[in-house]
């Protein structure tokens, strides 16, 4: 585990984010099971996100972006109980997993049904991490689902690593609550997104954090 991730598992072992306890969390909680949507740090940037299983919540997020429908939005989840309700790994997923989570490393995997059919392509299988965020984790850890997490921009636009560098008109058409507690996101390259393949063979959709040259060491082939 890098030292990122043990600072920010540090974070949430104490129920601290920012000098907020966990408790102070009951009006971010309460908008997220009222349907509305949040915007929130990550290890990367600002997302903009909600319970990944209300769909009228999901499309609202879709609407604020200007996103096109044909696109999926990411997933994070929180814990590996989690994974065990929500996702359904393959062997090979859940090695890679199992790897290189909590960190920015999103998955392309099946999905229970439960998840919003946005987040789902036509194979019903969504792009999942599980986040080492201490603010990401709570919130989705007390909200018992996944929660979408796509940046926190226009369609198009760039990510934004502070909140007082947030689009007013996304924070203002979103109506979402903005969560600017601390540690803000460390910005830098996205997540890398994969999809397994057959046997140990990878394909990588996006390069980001995590290089290929650190799937390659663990034996992943690239195809």
Request: aromatic share 6%; hydrophobic share 45%; glycine share 8%.
């Amino acid at each position: 585990m890098n030292t990122f991730c043990a600072a920010h598992n540090a974070a949430l072992e104490t129920g601290q984010c920012g000098g907020r306890p966990e408790v102070s969390w009951t009006r971010e909680l309460r908008m997220l099971r009222q349907g509305g949507l949040l915007i929130y740090p990550t290890e990367t940037f600002y997302a903009l996100g909600c319970l990944a299983t209300d769909h009228s919540a999901v499309e609202r997020v879709f609407t604020a972006k200007g996103r096109s429908r044909k696109k999926t939005v990411p997933l994070v989840v929180s814990s590996w109980a989690m994974v065990e309700k929500f996702l359904r790994l393959s062997r090979v997923a859940r090695a890679l997993a199992k790897t290189f989570w909590p960190g920015p490393l999103s998955i392309v995997t099946d999905v229970d049904e439960s998840i919003s059919a946005l987040a789902r392509d036509g194979a019903g299988q969504a792009a999942v991490r599980m986040t080492p965020h201490p603010v990401a984790r709570i919130l989705c850890e007390l909200a018992e689902a996944p929660l979408v997490s796509s940046s926190a921009n226009f369609s198009g636009g760039a990510p934004v690593c502070a909140p007082q560098d947030l689009d007013a008109g996304l924070v203002r058409l979103s109506g979402a609550m903005v969560i600017d507690a601390e540690p803000w996101p460390r910005g830098g390259l996205p997540s890398t997104l994969v999809k397994p393949a057959d046997g140990r063979a990878l394909r990588v959709l996006r390069e980001g954090a995590v290089r290929v040259s650190e799937l390659t060491a663990q034996g992943y082939e690239i195809v």
